[in-house]
Structures are given as C-alpha cells and as structure tokens.
C-alpha cells in the first residue's frame, strides 16, 4: 500500500482564496500587528512570509521590528499601543524572544481578543474548558483542519500525540479531545513509545527529532500527521521517516509541504475571526 499524501499546500492555497472573499467583503481589511525583537534569521524570513500570505488576501500586515535589547518596558509599551488601537485586530509576538525578555509577561499582555496566536492562559483556559469561543493556536487548528478534511468525523477515533508543548501537542490534545477523539499525549520520557504509536489510528508527531517515526510504530491504514521541522544535511524533513511510513499509513503529510503553509493559513483565519468580533460588538 502507498498512503496518500494529504496535500497541505493546496488545502491552504484552497482555504486562502475562500478567505480572501471574505476579507473583499469587509468595509477595511483586517490588520494583523506582528512584533520581531532582534535578528533571528528564521524568525525574519517566518514574518516575512505571514505578511506576504496576509497582504495576498487583502488583509493588513504591519511588521514592528524591534532592536535586540529593546527592554521589556518599550515592548510593553507597544503592546499596550496597539491593544488600544481598534485598527489593529490581531497582534502576535514572534517567538523566542531575546533571553532578557519575560515572555510570559509579553505574552499575557496581550488582549485575548486580539491574541491570535492563542498563547495566552485566557485562551488557553477556555480551549482546555471545550469553550468555542477560545482563540485556538495555527498549528493544532491546522492539524485539526487536515483530518477532518481527509477523514470527516474523527470521533472515538485512538490519537497519539508525540510532543507535549504548550504551542503544539497540549492545545492539539485539548481540540482533539474537545472533537470527540480518544487522545494519548506522548513526550521524551514515554515509555515503549513504538507500542503506544502503533495503537493509533490518528498518529500526529510534533516533538522535532528526525525521521523518529518508523513504519513499526505506524498501526496500518493509519493517518500520520508530521509537524516537525528538522534539518539533514541542510535538507528539510519531518519527525516521520516518509519513505518507510507511506508504505504502511493510509493518508500522511508530507515536510515540506504538509502543515508549515496551513499553519499560516490558519493564523490569518484566527485574525478575520477576531475582526469580525471585534466589529460585531462580540468581544470588546
Ligand atoms: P518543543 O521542543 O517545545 O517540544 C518538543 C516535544 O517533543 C516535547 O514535549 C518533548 O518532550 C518531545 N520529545 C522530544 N524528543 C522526543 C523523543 N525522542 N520522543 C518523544 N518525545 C520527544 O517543540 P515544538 O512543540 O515547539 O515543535 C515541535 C516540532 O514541530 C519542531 O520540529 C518544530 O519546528 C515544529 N513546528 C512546526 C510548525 C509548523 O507549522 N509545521 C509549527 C510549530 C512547530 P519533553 O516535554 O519530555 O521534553
């Protein structure tokens, strides 16, 4: 058997456009505030991405780009600028910050209404307490998004989850859970890990080890979902060893390709949802 690729670049070009109708209909478009403290080239080139996929469809990116020893105060002090600012509907601030900075602190700063990348405990408390209302961090609605467009009802459906961390494997556990899924969250210190993988019917790896994942701990006709983002000899993979695990899973995404450009994607929804409540007198 060879799996069939779900293919997150065209899923994401497909959800784009239906966003960009949305965003055409709007009186102003909605505008997206992203934070950058410092040079990290990974982040750089990650922001300019979400700015050129924002503008795309129509909506506002503005990049506030910061010198590395910005202190803490003057960060705050932007947040607090453009939680006040009703033109700005979503911000986010690009992660690892400079070691000086409390991220938690920057990041509870944040107004849930416009933390659109769901990092914040009020978000994160409602997501945990099955609350539609929750702000739901990109990558976990963007596996969420991937199965159930290739699988439709995930219910009583086994997920394993490798990773435990706050951006991805908890919130991905939480919406699992809240879908109806029986959910196993794995992490470093798992014991028999192949054994508890192979018992899944949704295997989901997030825990940035390459090609970790072999095709014995895949349960045949399994859907496999990679998050991980690794480097071999520069070139780039998952968590998954593809080439073994496709012989054996039903559907699997692919690195690249898979859940990198609907992660995106799913931050730019996250930011319209907040436009529209922010407009409708919704949330404040
Ligand atoms: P973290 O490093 O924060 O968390 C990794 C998790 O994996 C931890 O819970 C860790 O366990 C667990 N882990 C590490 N090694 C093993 C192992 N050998 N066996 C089992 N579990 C293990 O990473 P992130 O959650 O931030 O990211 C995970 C991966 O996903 C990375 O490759 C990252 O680049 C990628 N990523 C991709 C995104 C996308 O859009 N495609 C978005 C975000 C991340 P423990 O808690 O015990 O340390």
Not at 59 to 76: A, K, R, S, V, W
Not at 199 to 224: H, M, N, Q, R, Y
Not at 231 to 260: N, S
Request: aromatic share 4%; proline share 5%; glycine share 8%.
């Amino acid at each position: 058997m060879t799996a069939n690729i779900i293919d997150g670049k065209l899923m994401a070009q497909e959800l784009r456009e239906q966003l960009a109708q949305k965003v055409a209909h709007l009186p102003t478009p909605p505008h997206l505030a992203v934070i950058l403290v410092g040079n990290d080239e990974a982040s750089i080139i990650y922001d300019r991405n979400k700015k050129k996929a924002a503008e795309a469809i129509g909506m506002q990116c503005t990049i506030h780009h910061l010198d590395e020893n910005t202190p803490q105060e003057e960060l705050l002090q932007l947040i607090h600028r453009l939680n006040t600012d009703s033109a700005v509907n979503g911000i986010i601030v690009q992660m690892p910050l400079p070691k000086h900075f409390n991220s938690e602190q920057i990041i509870e700063s944040i107004d849930h209404a416009k933390d659109v990348d769901g990092f914040g405990i009020y978000n994160i408390g409602l997501l945990h307490s099955n609350d539609s209302s929750a702000m739901v961090a990109a990558t976990p609605q963007a596996v969420l998004y991937m199965l159930q467009q290739t699988l439709g009802n995930i219910a009583g459906k086994h997920a394993v989850i490798i990773g435990r961390s706050n951006i991805v494997g908890r919130p991905l556990a939480s919406l699992l859970l809240n879908n109806h899924c029986t959910v196993t969250i794995a992490h470093s210190k798992t014991v028999n890990l192949p054994q508890i993988a192979a018992s899944a019917d949704i295997l989901v790896s997030a825990c940035g080890v390459a090609k970790l994942v072999k095709k014995e701990w895949i349960k045949p006709g399994a859907t496999v979902i990679d998050v991980g983002i690794n480097r071999i000899d520069g070139k780039l993979c998952g968590d998954v060893d593809f080439d073994e695990a496709k012989e054996i899973a039903e559907y699997i995404t692919p690195v690249p390709g898979g859940v990198g450009p609907m992660t995106v994607t799913m931050l730019l929804n996250n930011t319209l949802r907040a436009y529209i409540e922010q407009n409708s007198g919704l949330k404040k």
